[in-house]
């Protein structure tokens, strides 16, 4: 037999509904003893339960879109419900005042249940929730719907005293009845954002530009010359759907050409939008074909390849995207085989994306100093849309390379810079890793005077005589040697991309 409170006052029923609603979440019976129905409590939770799930919603939209009637009549399907099986209860019992009690309970709940809602979207909007909860949040949020009516229930059932069979019979119908609406309802919230389509378009003038850009700028890069020492640049911007990669690639290779010397000998390969008609993208094809002509036209025993590739990414994947074209990303089996394929000895890899160091293992070798923005477990941070740099591509090449005159001093400068800067904005530590060959480590001081400008270069020979490979390391940074070089195989991750 359920027996109700008498109502006090406005605010004093207010607290107990609150109270008995925290009860009923938690699975205990406790919640009759507070919970006071009343008309007026019905419509001042309902207009609360109203507002706090549009807050959720309209949160979920970023603020964008409009309020959508049809959406908040979805949602009041469910209280009214609440209130025919109430009125059901109080007629099988005898007591009126129950007729109120499952709505105003399932109100209540839901109040908590919206707000809890809105604090995890909110925190997901500003980027503080952990990296393994976002795969979990509709999930999350699916449990938290089914949470209050399956304790309301609950409560009923064990005070009541109905029979087991009933019980389960009426719990886990309501749970696939509740799965399965709050996926057919999810096209229609409180606070809506319309979808327009636009069709992504490429023109036929870039569709056909396109071979010609490529030869154009491979036609332009120079030889290099027996007896001397040249570096060669190659930026890969790959995600075409965020200007930062582009604005990283390009302002990279003016730094690389007007301070490092690689003007004649540079390429940029870019997937945006906006350049498609004038310069050439980054895809599979396009760069083995600069690879190849790289390796054609530079000293095989003295050039040095500088290749930087920036873009979204995952566990062996680095992301090549330039809609409406459809790409193949890049797996680090494929960028070793082109590389190998170029007959290019001497490799400076340097691989901006979250999940990069899980391409160290295939691209490390003796000749080879790889290079990455984060561990193979680990996310990197720093592309939002209105950003020039990414948190990596700015501690390494805007500022750490404008100070130092090697590329393990860089590094280091560039690590700690990172460090502090995730620290200070509350980000996981990327952990960005660096590998050196023990051949390219033997002859790294000589490469790097061509490399960086200094008064004491002038002094230093231009011509590069090659070195015994040695097993040491150089100011503390791992060095490769040769019988650590391995492959492993593609994990071909299809999940979506983490935020860079």
Not at 32 to 46: D, E, I, K, N
Request: contains cysteine.
């Amino acid at each position: 037999m359920i027996e109700l409170p008498p109502s006090r006052s406005f605010f004093a029923d207010l607290f107990a509904n609150q109270k008995a609603a925290l009860w009923m979440l938690l699975g205990s019976r406790r919640a009759f003893r507070y919970v006071t129905p009343s008309a007026v409590q019905l419509v001042f939770l309902g207009v609360l339960a109203i507002l706090a799930n549009t807050l959720f919603s309209w949160l979920t939209a970023n603020g964008a879109g409009h309020f959508n009637g049809q959406g908040l009549v979805s949602y009041l399907l469910w209280p009214f419900i609440a209130l025919i099986a109430g009125i059901f209860l109080a007629q099988r019992s005898g007591l009126g005042r129950l007729m109120l009690v499952p709505v105003i309970l399932w109100l209540a709940a839901d109040i908590y249940v919206a707000l809890i809602q809105s604090l995890l979207q909110y925190l997901g909007l500003i980027d503080r929730l952990p990296d393994f909860i976002l795969p979990w949040m509709n999930s999350l949020f699916l449990v938290l719907f089914i949470w209050q009516t399956v304790s309301l229930l609950w409560i009923f059932a064990r005070q009541q005293k109905w029979p087991w069979w009933e019980q389960i019979l009426i719990l886990a119908g309501t749970i696939v009845t509740l799965a399965i609406w709050q996926q057919t309802v999810s096209s229609q919230p409180i606070w809506k954002v319309e979808e327009q389509i636009q069709p992504v378009m490429l023109s036929e003038d870039a569709l056909y530009a396109q071979p010609r850009l490529l030869d154009n700028v491979l036609n332009q890069l120079q030889k290099g010359i027996f007896g001397e020492t040249h570096w060669y640049f190659v930026g890969v911007a790959g995600a075409g759907y965020q200007d930062v990669f582009k604005t990283e690639v390009e302002t990279t290779q003016r730094q690389f050409d007007t301070r490092f010397g690689t003007l004649g000998r540079s390429v940029g390969l870019i997937n945006n939008a906006n350049t498609q008609g004038t310069l050439p993208i980054a895809s599979r094809t396009s760069i083995a074909q600069t690879l190849d002509r790289i390796g054609q036209d530079m000293n095989p025993d003295s050039d040095v390849l500088f290749l930087f590739m920036t873009s979204h990414g995952n566990q062996n994947i680095f992301e090549l995207a330039n809609d409406p074209i459809g790409m193949n990303s890049i797996d680090p089996q494929w960028l070793r085989g082109a590389l190998d394929h170029a007959k290019i000895r001497w490799r400076v890899l340097v691989i901006s994306a979250c999940y990069s160091g899980s391409f160290i293992p295939a691209l490390e070798s003796p000749d080879t100093i790889v290079i990455t923005a984060s561990a193979a477990d680990r996310a990197s941070f720093g592309c939002q849309a209105e950003a020039d740099y990414t948190y990596f591509g700015r501690a390494f090449f805007a500022e750490a390379m404008r100070t130092q005159n090697s590329l393990t001093d860089a590094f280091k400068v560039a690590q700690a810079s990172i460090r502090a800067r995730e620290k200070q904005d509350d980000f996981p530590a990327s952990n960005p890793q660096m590998r050196i060959g023990s051949n390219i480590a033997a002859v790294l001081p000589q490469l790097e005077s061509r490399l960086f400008p200094s008064d004491s270069a002038v002094n230093l020979p231009s011509t590069l005589s090659i070195a015994p490979a040695i097993d040491s390391s150089i100011s503390g940074v791992p060095i490769q040697t040769p019988h650590r070089n391995k492959v492993i195989s593609d994990k071909h991750v299809v999940s979506p991309f983490p935020k860079h």
